[in-house]
């Protein structure tokens, strides 16, 4: 079968494609996925240029892609499924440490040891190929009517994530969340927005791309404010807050402050999905009282940061403050994932669909310049338009 393979090159891994057997049912608790087509993200970036990726051991390859959709073509008599259904499949594997808690009790998103696996990731083989065979465990079933976006199912699972997180710490008090600022504008900035106004918050974006980009068009067209990183009218620092005080962090910040201040408000919730330090710093300030800021933003770099450390330390303590961070997701965050897409899709028809700004085949994914992705690529394994005939035509 075809496949999406990095490789150990002499100084860089790269991407290739490369012709492998296709994997078999080994028992019946497995099924075999046709994959219909996989989504790239940030990692997959920081895999194809950084080296991120880390391949199975004693192996010179491995398949990359962890965001599948695809339909069951093989069902082993105990996995609970039947060809035909429309399918994902979680990313990560738990660890083989018995004193592991989390892996012990699939948690492995909270695994203790960092000794995990991540299918097209981390020492696993991914999706980006022609057939997948998975133990059923690790397989969610999505239904038929969400196939155009079903795809985005493993993304929108690390936000559910993070927002059961938010609602289990936040039982701490009353909480009315009203007002999210999200950092970043790409997939994962987007379905955030998506979600922070199904969740009924005024949702403010600031990101790096131009106003007139489409990122920034899909913010507006779901009811939300957009504004581009650096773009602050008379960008003099006027901080919200104690900030203004502390003269030695000048360099601490990028003009996130000026904006809030701008807008004379603090947010109840901040998601920093751009992978860029200081706006996580920057923004402890700018939350409420007893709000909470996520990092979700993944980097790989080295860089070192001069903070305002009482500053923050006393935001968080004499406010009540949390900041979390997030990865990974559990089988009961791709399942409310499946609903959220849904009501976000009936409140804002078509929406989700202009994520997808680039759509290629196979055989383009060496040549994939992911800078030049508007807001995600998604790597067709089957021509969209022969989906529905190899869905199961009974109902789910
Ligand atoms: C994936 C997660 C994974 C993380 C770190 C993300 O892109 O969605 O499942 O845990 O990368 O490897
Ligand atoms: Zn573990």
């Known amino acids: 079968m075809k496949t999406v393979v990095i490789r150990n090159g002499e100084e860089h891994q790269f991407v290739a494609v490369a012709e492998l057997p296709a994997p078999e049912l080994l028992n019946p608790e497995q099924v075999l996925i046709k994959v219909l087509c996989v989504g790239l993200d940030g990692t997959d970036r920081e895999i194809v240029t950084d080296n991120f990726g880390m391949l199975p051991q004693g192996e010179d390859h491995m398949i990359i892609g962890h965001e599948l959709l695809g339909v069951v073509e093989q069902a082993g008599v105990r996995s609970g499924l039947i060809a035909g259904d429309l399918v994902t499949a979680l990313v990560r594997r738990s660890c083989k440490d018995m004193s592991c808690s989390n892996c012990r009790s699939d948690r492995s998103d909270f695994c203790e040891t960092g000794t995990y696996i991540e299918r097209g990731i981390k020492e696993a083989d991914g999706y980006l190929c022609e057939y997948v065979v998975e133990d059923a465990k690790y397989v969610v079933k999505v239904p038929k009517e969400c196939a155009p976006y079903g795809v985005l199912v493993e ?59 489409l990122n920034a068009d899909i913010i507006r067209r779901i009811g939300g404010h957009y504004r581009q990183a650096g773009d602050v009218s008379g960008a003099s620092d006027k901080h919200v807050g104690s900030a203004a005080a502390d003269k030695g962090a000048d360099r601490f910040f990028t003009g996130l402050t ?124 089957v021509p969209p338009e022969q989906w529905n005939a190899m869905l199961n035509v009974l109902p789910d």
């Open 258 to 381: 000026a904006y809030a201040a701008e807008l004379n408000l603090r947010f109840d919730m901040i998601w920093e999905c751009s992978g860029y330090p200081p706006l996580g710093y920057e923004s402890v300030p700018l939350l409420n009282n007893n709000g909470v800021l996520a990092l979700l933003g993944v980097t790989t770099g080295t860089g070192r940061l001069d903070i305002p450390g009482d500053l923050l330390h006393q935001e968080m303590v004499m406010r009540n403050k949390c900041v979390i961070g997030s990865v990974n997701a559990s089988r009961r965050d791709f399942i409310t994932g499946i609903d959220r897409l849904r009501t976000i899709e009936q409140l804002y028809p078509g929406m989700l669909d202009l994520l997808f700004s680039k759509r290629i085949a196979i055989e383009a994914v060496p040549d994939l310049d992911f800078s030049a992705i508007a807001i995600k690529a998604v790597v067709d394994v």
């Open 155 to 213: 993304p929108q699972s690390i936000v559910e994530k993070v927002w059961n997180q938010v609602e289990l710490i936040q039982q701490r008090m009353i909480w009315q969340p009203k007002t999210a600022l999200i950092l970043g504008s790409g997939p994962l900035g987007i379905l955030v927005a998506m979600t922070c106004r199904v969740l009924g918050m005024e949702t403010y974006v600031w990101s790096k791309s131009d106003p007139q980009s």
